[in-house]
């Protein structure tokens, strides 16, 4: 603390627009500062602390090429990467958003006791960043209670995902000081981590929040249940035991159910500041209403023009549905099963961006491109149900535009 005081004193700039106003945290790896840019925006500053002699310049390239990486990712439960590099006096450095609110580490020391609805509600939001992360062809590796932000807005909040570097070699999990109770079981068995990793220390992070402890298992590996909750509903226990479960298949399968899952437009989680109930879902942009007879043509014209490949994409980027001729047109290959690594997605890289505006503003958008030299005019169409987009879908035309 006293080195950071008096460096903080000597120059507290940082890279060529940020200065450190004030530590904020520090552990095994890394210190985490409040900043501003030259703008006097707030941003939160992440600096690579050098704690194993010999091994820095190893951390470094990982921490550097880690940040880089993050620089593409946006998930709205995911705490954003707005810019990293290397400072002369304080080293390797990660820029990320200033978030407003408490770690889920914090409640759970203050032994707050959260509503189920709310536990439901955090395992939901967690399991659509994770599905991002693992779509995206990453890990995270290390979700636990202080990773995990409650962001909060108002009256509403939401829970960010922090921390995340990605991993993509067994030994860069196995070096790190991690907390073994949230490793799955096949990493100790000297396994190659896959997405499973994840799905179980989701898994160990809802139990915690459930019943104030760590999950516990009986020798047939079976999750042990806690007597003196008997109020937790059959629900949350199904899914505690498929994200606990010692098969990766398993887990994977109640990762998938949870993401689908509606919770209620409500939760019990109030903020040290506000004392009554915080909406987690947000509102419904008024925008939603203008498309709707619009929509309601656009799916009488999908009866008329099966023909065209069409495909539906969700908020993670998944493609829940391609017709006959889009899956003729992208091949059925599992890793084209979310659509930035679909043939489609390299060859007209702006529908990414279209697809990210049809969930944000509700916009349709048509652009007209060359595919194998034939003139094509791409549709990109939210789609939308109970005011909220749902999924996108986007339609080729080989002629007119619809």
């Not at 520090?26 to 500053?45: C, L, M, P, Q, Y």
């Not at 006096?89 to 409640?107: D, H, N």
């Not at 007209?368 to 749902?390: H, K, N, Q, R, S």
Request: charged share 25%; proline share 5%.
């Amino acid at each position: 603390m006293t080195h950071f005081s008096s460096l903080l004193k000597k120059n507290p700039r940082i890279g060529t627009k940020y200065t450190l106003l004030q530590l904020v945290n520090t552990g095994a790896r890394g210190a985490v500062f409040k900043g501003e840019d030259d703008n006097g925006g707030s941003v939160a500053i992440k600096i690579l602390l050098d704690s194993k002699a010999g091994t820095f310049d190893e951390e470094k390239r990982h921490f550097l090429a880690g940040s880089t990486l993050c620089l593409g990712l946006e998930h709205p439960n995911l705490v954003k990467t707005l810019d990293c590099g290397e400072d002369t006096q304080w080293g390797p450095f990660q820029v990320m958003e200033y978030l407003r609110g408490s770690s889920l580490s914090s409640r759970l020391k203050g032994k707050e006791t959260l509503p189920e609805k709310t536990i439901l509600a955090i395992g939901s939001q967690l399991a659509m960043v994770i599905d991002y992360i693992h779509g995206m062809g990453m890990l995270h590796g290390d979700i636990k209670p202080e990773n995990l932000f409650l962001s909060v807005d108002g009256e509403s909040f939401t829970v960010k995902l922090m921390d995340f570097l990605p991993k993509r070699r067994l030994k860069d999990w196995m070096d790190l000081d991690l907390t073994p109770e949230y490793l799955a079981p096949e990493i100790f068995a000297g396994k190659q981590p896959g997405p499973a990793l994840d799905h179980f220390a989701l898994g160990v992070l809802l139990f915690e929040i459930t019943f104030g402890k760590l999950p516990s298992f009986r020798n047939n590996g079976s999750l042990a249940i806690p007597r003196e909750k008997a109020t937790t509903s059959e629900e949350l226990i199904k899914i505690l035991r498929g994200l606990l479960s010692f098969k990766p298949q398993r887990r994977a399968e109640t990762l998938a159910q949870l993401v689908l899952k509606h919770f209620s437009n409500e939760s019990a989680l109030a903020d040290d500041e506000v004392s009554e109930k915080i909406e987690f879902h947000p509102k419904p942009s008024s925008t939603v209403s203008h498309f709707s007879h619009y929509l309601q043509n656009l799916k009488l014209a999908m009866i008329d023009s099966d023909p065209l490949p069409r495909l539906l994409i969700s908020k993670t980027g998944r493609i829940l549905f391609k017709n006959e001729t889009a899956s003729h047109l992208l091949g059925n290959e599992k890793e084209w099963d979310y659509f930035g690594k679909s043939p489609l997605a390299f060859s007209v890289p702006l529908l990414l961006s279209d697809i990210q505006d049809a969930f944000e503003l509700v916009k349709v958008t048509s652009r007209t491109v060359l595919l194998d030299e034939t003139p094509t005019t791409c549709w990109t169409v939210p789609i939308v149900m109970e005011g909220e987009v749902a999924a996108v879908q986007i339609i080729l035309s080989y002629s007119q535009p619809l």
